[in-house]
């Protein structure tokens, strides 16, 4: 395979002109990412058990109310937190 960047030059090829993409909007998501992230990457047999992120937080919710109910764990602040933080949407 032929190496098309050199060290320390730009790394896309020419043809990928991102300006004449259709539908492009440039820092569409940056205020989003400035209010911070919390990505975790997750095991394939696992990834695979769940098809979206409204999946797995459904799970992880159904995690947190079910240890709350053991009677020797004391639910963590930062738990019901993350659950109910604003950036955090319910779809």
Do not use: C
């Not at 060290?7 to 004449?20: T, V």
């Not at 998501?29 to 394939?44: E, H, K």
């Not at 109910?69 to 963590?76: F, I, M, T, Y």
């Amino acid at each position: 395979m032929k190496k098309h960047a050199r060290k320390g030059a730009d790394e896309l090829l020419p043809e990928y002109d991102f300006a004449k993409m259709p539908g492009g909007v440039r820092g569409k998501y940056v205020q989003r990412y400035q209010q911070g992230t919390n990505l975790a990457l997750l095991d394939r047999d696992v990834a695979e058990a769940f098809p979206n992120d409204r999946a797995v937080n459904d799970a992880l919710r159904a995690v947190l109310k079910a240890a709350e109910n053991l009677p020797s764990r004391q639910p963590h602040k930062q738990s019901k937190q993350v659950a109910e933080s604003p950036g955090r949407s319910a779809r």
